[in-house]
């Protein structure tokens, strides 16, 4: 349950009990509690999204990318539980891994100094840019200014080690015990925050989705999808055991923009059997009983097609919501395709998107995104007279 203080607010940065929603009493619940970090609950409300119109799809948003955080989205939940236990056991800095524009390693350098810890993030670049500056845009810059130690990965060691969820552990392992040997404690944070402490996050958000909406035990949500962007799985296991064990009856759908289908399959079955939500290897067969993952893969990672830029440029204008053609922007687009492709499964349908952020990932792509917003757009504002004050030229 959401914890509160007297005036009915979150009070951030404080060190908290957890108890878990009744709902969620059997599985393994949290040790250490959490820290405050995320701005909840986030608004839901209704969102004139202009995709699926066709279908006469009636939208709503949930807005976790105002969570908090330097704008980090779905990772200040989940963060809240990892620094508490790496709070409690004495842990100096923090390391965690992504790919060069990851918001994960973004908003894991915001948290570390919120509460007083070293941020070192690795990082993955080609080879060729392995040993160069890897500059300020985008995410890169937040980095910086939060006074991240960044460490480079050059992708063929990635490679070697795998290439996968797996092969980022090897490297996180990796930077930690390099800290080690320099007398640090680093506390390893997984891609994503994506493991089953961090998963309470969005399972807590379930309970606070539920209260927004006054539900009784057992009463359905009034919705018939609930649909988010997945990277490391770990927000979309939160929504879907919750949404599984607390009866909200609407369909979870999850688009992955990296990995394939049966992975993410696979990484929120074994999330669940760490929760103790189903045994060991019921796993990836009980995750399809309770959400749906579409492939919103395209190119690859952090790759754009002109169609995925084009969607992303427009939603903005029509609806007042930013969405990052890396992340958000690209899940939202392949989750429509998929739509139009079942489309007696979503007609006048009620879908409520789970908007987990990922803003700062855009400027990454301006130079892209450039050639498809309107030069009209911006105009010359001239004076009916020459101005005559001293100091205009």
Known sequence: MTQTDGLGLRPLLAHVAYTPPGWARGMRAPLHGRIVLSHAPTPVMPWRCPALAELGVEWSIKRDDLSGLELSGNKARKLEFLLAEATAGGHDCIVTVGGMQSNHCRATAAA?????????????????????????????????????????????????????????????SEAAQQLRREGRNPYVIPVGASNALGTWGYVDAVEELRQQFRLDDGEALPFDHIVMTTGSAGSAAGVAIGAHLSGLGARVHAVCVNGSVDEKYAEIGAIGEDMCCWAAGEGSAKARELITIHDGAGRGYGVSQRAELEFAAQVGPASGVLFDPIYTGKGLYYFCEAAKRAPDQFRNTRVLWWHTGGMFAMWAKSAELQPLLPESQVRRLRLPHEPTRAGFS
């Open 112 to 172: 570390a100094r919120l509460v007083g810890l070293e941020p070192h993030v690795v990082l993955l670049a080609s080879d060729s840019k392995a040993d160069d500056d890897p500059g300020l845009e985008g995410n890169l810059l937040v980095d910086r200014m939060l006074g991240a130690t960044i460490h480079i990965c050059a992708a063929s060691d990635y490679f070697k080690a795998g290439g996968d969820l797996s092969a980022m552990k090897t490297i996180a």
